[in-house]
């Protein structure tokens, strides 16, 4: 359903995120600051990540370059899903990913780990956070807070790297699940304290993305999965602010996802959006989910996609325009302008 008067980008997301009426579908895009962005190059330099996300200066000027400068409807906090790992007591480097010193294979590793306070182990983040919101409230516009999934963090801490498969922690789930539901454990307590404390720093609507619980078929993802994604959207309670969840990989797992009790899915490319939008009706609003490679087409082109995405969500409950997975480094601006552009005239929006 659709209100005609004219909404502000922080009322329009909002609203679409809780399946209230809206002029038209929100857009912003996942990963939406970063290298495909020369001003986001130049501000970054050569200085190594980690620390550019600690500094407070840098990383909300890059958060905001996205509305600035391609014309998105909402700001994400810039951070990484890694940043509040290391305050557990592991040793993290970035080559380009996070590689971790002394992987996580026994139960003595998980009882070792701390259990910090991140208002006081990332102080940095809700300063960003704060300072954020104190610009984009006169704008109308919202703030989105995110964190990294347990089993996410869990496939880089117990592999030590990235992986196409993860098979280290995939056998841990036969062959050591004991490990694994304690260090998932350890690890929801972080997320939900983390995602708290962002909520109280003035984020307005917070993404989990769980880049990995795709490899998993749905039987696994039930059992391992599923009851974590639960237990954060019911601790952090929707009246705050709107839990939207990404799976990676995740098309067999879309009716389970709609389980989790999040009030938005953040949908793989790979997802059939009508299809999902008539199955799952007024259980959870949905969001995306243009391939990331498209935005490498000519604009008329992904205008078209674009206008096929705005009337395949309109039998969802609610329908935020996104990707189906972050904007890849090598993206044509062009593209990404293009796409925000077309979000806004699929709307009757000039």
């Known amino acids: 359903m659709r209100v005609l008067k004219p909404l502000s980008p922080r009322e329009r997301l909002l609203r679409a995120c809780r399946g209230e009426p809206v002029d038209r579908p929100p857009v912003w895009l996942m990963r939406q600051a970063g290298r495909y962005l020369p001003e986001y190059r130049r501000v970054r330099g050569d200085i190594p990540f980690l620390e550019f996300c600690r500094s407070i200066e840098r990383a909300v000027e890059v958060s905001l370059q996205p ?34 010193a002394q992987p996580i294979r026994s139960l003595a590793q ?86 708290d404390a962002q909520i109280e720093a003035g984020a307005q609507v917070v993404q989990l993305f769980d880049t990995w619980a795709g490899l998993l078929p749905e039987a696994e993802y039930r059992q391992w999965v599923l009851p974590v994604h639960r237990e954060i959207a019911a601790k952090l309670g929707s009246a705050r ?63 078209r996609r674009v206008r096929e995405l705005v009337a395949a969500g309109r039998a969802a409950r609610g329908h935020v325009l996104n990707l189906g997975h972050g904007v890849l480094p090598d993206t044509p601006v062009e593209g990404v302008r293009a796409f925000v552009s077309a979000a806004r005239e699929a709307g009757g929006e000039t």
């Not at 400068?69 to 990484?80: H, N, Q, R």
């Not at 999934?149 to 789930?173: I, K």
């Not at 243009?290 to 490498?296: E, G, H, I, T």
Request: proline fraction near 9%; glycine fraction near 8%.
């Open 67 to 100: 509305v600035d400068l391609v014309g998105s409807e909402a700001v994400i906090l810039f951070s990484d899903i890694f940043v509040p790992v290391p305050s557990l007591g592991v040793e993290v480097d970035f080559r380009p990913g996070p590689v971790v």
């Open 110 to 195: 998980v009882e070792k780990l701390r259990a910090p306070d991140p208002r006081e182990s990332v102080p940095f983040v809700f300063e960003i956070l704060r300072r954020l919101r104190r610009e984009l409230d006169s704008r109308e516009l919202p703030l989105i807070g995110f964190a990294g999934a347990p089993f996410t963090l869990a496939a880089y801490l117990v592999e030590g790297h990235g992986s196409p498969q993860f098979p280290v922690l995939r056998r841990m789930l036969y062959a050591a699940p004991d490990v694994l539901r304690a260090l998932l454990a350890r690890l929801t307590d972080l997320v939900v304290r983390y995602l």
């Open 241 to 303: 602010a709107p839990l939207v969840l990404f799976v990676g990989g995740g098309p067999h797992l879309v009716d389970a996802m709609a389980e989790s009790g999040a009030d938005v899915l953040s949908l793989d490319w790979r997802v059939d959006l009508a299809s999902a939008a008539q199955r799952l009706g007024s259980r959870v609003s949905l969001q995306g989910n243009l391939d990331p490679c498209a935005l490498s087409a000519p604009p008329d082109d992904i205008a």
